[in-house]
């Protein structure tokens, strides 16, 4: 099961909106000037942000999955396999915030650990990860921010 590459553009270009909304949207909620947000330059890195406190020198990196649908109305939220396992190569001593977004505004949130790569594949994308949404946390962009505040201090 393809996608065409018209279909992948189209695809990369909504994400890619969707990250800078959020990305500016978070600074905005956090609204901090020793907070840095960063967004990465690789389109393909497997992590969206670097938000880095200037003061002490901490940072958290955040991978936003931005979704059409309401996300609130699934078990599962898909990730792939690939991203999880670059991001327990790359990033396994640093806060990755996983991120599910949807056009709704319902945002669900995980702090990455090896242990979800151990969670189900996807029946129809087996190159993706079914995360159980009861291991996520529901959330929201001022509920988000003041954890990030929290694990930058």
Do not use: P
Request: aromatic share 12%; with cysteine.
């Amino acid at each position: 099961m393809g996608v065409s590459q018209h279909e992948l553009e189209k695809r990369l270009d909504y994400g890619n909106r969707k990250e800078i909304e959020f990305m500016y949207a978070l600074n905005e909620t956090i609204n901090d000037a020793n907070i840095n947000i960063t967004k990465t330059i690789d389109k393909f890195c497997c992590v969206d942000y670097k938000v880095k406190n200037e003061l002490n020198k901490k940072c958290v990196y955040i991978e936003l999955k931005s979704r059409k649908d309401d996300i609130s109305k699934f078990n599962t939220l898909l990730i792939g396999k690939d991203k999880l396992n670059k991001i327990s190569k790359y990033y396994n001593n640093f806060v990755v915030i996983l991120i599910w977004y949807d056009e709704y505004k319902n945002m669900f949130i995980n702090i990455y650990d090896d242990e979800l790569l151990k969670s189900n594949t996807n029946s129809l994308f087996s190159n993706s990860y079914d995360i159980d949404i009861s291991r996520c946390k529901k959330s929201d962009m001022k509920n988000l921010s003041e954890g990030i505040k929290k694990l930058l201090n």
